[in-house]
């Protein structure tokens, strides 16, 4: 029995037909989820398996984008909001672009970037998946991809005090409140 982790490939669209915690990207299929591999019937899917004992659905978490796809960012765990500890078992969390904010996103770019830390509301503990929706969730620090100076809130954008790049992002009324490493 394989164990797989968000953004691992486990095959080709042409030889599996992917099942649930799967997605699908340029004929590729990838974990979305983390959990044991399944394969019946040529459907992948995979199984959850609790990887964070101390993350209950509900919890509100903080994280670091490390990756963003088409269709998914991942999220490095750090620690639970409003919890000084950090969390024993981090592990990588999944963040649909259904679930980054009300409403339809087209892509990542103009809401997630990676390297961005963002505060999310666990929907699903045992696959670690994530959602932003809300006022106080979503991005929380961002650095400016021009010169990775921190940004600052610019009424709905994100502006960099030092080259003046502006940026979009899904931002969290709680941005730049707090210290969030
Ligand atoms: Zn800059």
């Known amino acids: 029995m394989k164990f797989v982790f968000p953004g691992d490939k486990i095959g080709y669209a042409e030889e599996f037909v992917g099942g649930e915690g799967v997605y699908e990207e340029n004929g590729e299929l990838y974990a979305a989820v983390a959990g044991r591999l399944k394969i019946e019937d040529r459907v992948v899917s995979i199984e959850s398996v609790k990887k964070i004992p101390e993350i209950n659905k509900g ?4 994280g670091r984008v490390v990756d963003v796809r088409n269709s998914i960012a991942l999220v ?3 620690r639970k909001s409003g919890n000084d500890r950090e969390l024993r078992h981090t592990g990588i969390a999944a963040l649909h672009i259904s679930n980054v904010q009300d409403g339809y996103l087209k ?3 103009s809401a997630i970037k ?9 929907i699903d503990a045992d696959l670690l998946k994530l959602s932003t929706k809300g006022r106080d969730m979503g991005v929380v620090k961002a650095i400016c991809t021009n010169c990775k100076t921190e940004l600052e809130v ?6 960099c005090p030092k080259c003046g790049n502006v940026e979009s992002r899904k931002i969290s009324s709680d941005y730049g409140k707090g210290k969030w490493e």
Do not use: P, T, W
């Not at 919890?59 to 903080?62: C, Q």
């Not at 990676?114 to 666990?122: E, G, L, Q, S, T």
């Open 59 to 62: 919890d509100i978490v903080l």
């Open 154 to 159: 610019k009424g709905d954008k994100l502006k």
């Open 107 to 109: 892509d990542f770019d």
């Open 114 to 122: 990676y390297m961005d830390i963002i505060k999310a509301r666990v």
């Open 76 to 78: 490095e765990l750090s």
